[in-house]
């Protein structure tokens, strides 16, 4: 699990009072930057207030709202007891995204903005930063204390597919790509019959590093079923491409985009059992085989 889900747990959708720094903390930060830090805590009760401290400043680009920064993080409980260590993705050996937006909790939003890549920043999430609907629902959690090596920032996700075209296509089904940035027009009105496997072709190839399953997907795609030309879903038409891990959606997916090149858009025909098998699904009739053109455009 990310360990970046430790601070959703603490709260988001700007719930703090405010952010203020740490330096009254007592919460001591040593060692490199680059390096998995080493933490030590005051005795006694530990902090209620989040609160976040430039340890490093760092020397290179500065980050904004808006951004993804890559990071290596290390966070620990706070509790007043054994304050222990819960993960570093030092021990992982894999950074972490983190969208600097209104989803993550407000000494992150303010803290991440003071430091540049290369630096490191101490943030300490106390319960002060849950929701109020969300602190009644929940027992409290001890404070977390995290602390952020800034590795760099994504760059932003692509607009739509963009590489070479291979003159692929799948049998039975139409894609149309128009150039640019517009949407694909898919159809899948057809008498053939749809295979009992995974067919997956690539329409653009792109020249991103390949998908990995342990991925968070940035995508436009529109969905239809095989041989009524039917849609059932289409972020294109939404205005928003769709994010997501790609462990959490349909094997079809799951199987169908890895190892595929970030900027390529491929069309998939998934048969019920990788897809939503015997269960009808939001107006998705049980047994469907389904049809999607995806242009994949970030990966992190």
């Not at 889900?5 to 919460?27: E, I, Y």
């Not at 005795?43 to 290596?72: C, F, H, M, W």
């Not at 590489?163 to 089904?173: A, D, H, I, R």
């Not at 998939?268 to 009739?285: A, F, H, R, T, V």
Request: proline residues 8%; contains cysteine.
């Amino acid at each position: 699990m990310p360990l970046i889900l430790f601070a959703a747990a603490c709260g988001s959708d700007g719930a703090s009072t405010g952010a203020t720094t740490g330096a009254g903390t007592g919460v001591k930060v040593t060692g490199d930057v680059g390096a998995k830090p080493t933490v030590t805590f005051p005795s006694g009760t530990p902090a209620t207030k989040s609160s976040y401290e430039v340890i490093q400043p760092g020397n290179g680009d500065g980050i904004k709202s808006g951004d993804r920064v890559i990071v290596n993080l290390t966070v620990y409980n706070w509790d007043g007891k054994g304050n222990g260590v819960q993960g570093s993705s030092y021990d992982t050996k894999k950074p972490e995204t983190i969208a600097v937006d209104q989803q993550i909790p407000q000494v992150l939003q303010e803290g991440f903005t003071k430091v540049k890549h290369g630096g490191r920043l101490l943030a300490v999430l106390a319960n002060d930063s849950v929701p109020a609907q969300q602190a009644t629902q929940q027992p409290a959690e001890p404070t977390k204390v995290f602390v952020f090596d800034i590795v760099g920032t994504q760059p932003p996700p692509l607009k739509a597919a963009t590489g070479k075209e291979t003159g692929e296509s799948l049998k039975g089904v139409k894609v149309v790509s128009p150039g640019g940035d517009k949407a694909p027009t898919l159809t899948t009105k057809t008498d053939d019959k749809p295979s009992d496997k995974l067919v997956v072709k690539t329409l653009i190839e792109g020249t991103g590093p390949k998908v990995e399953a342990s991925q968070t997907l940035t995508v436009h795609y529109t969905g239809k079923l095989w041989g009524s030309d039917k849609q059932f879903d289409s972020s294109w038409e939404r205005g928003q491409p769709a994010e997501f891990p790609l462990s959490g959606v349909i094997k079809g997916w799951q199987e169908g985009l890895a190892g595929v090149p970030v900027g390529s858009r491929v069309v998939m025909s998934i048969p019920p059992d990788l897809g939503y098998g015997d269960q009808e699904q939001q107006g998705i009739p049980a047994k469907s085989t389904l049809v999607f053109v995806v242009d994949i455009l970030g990966a992190a």
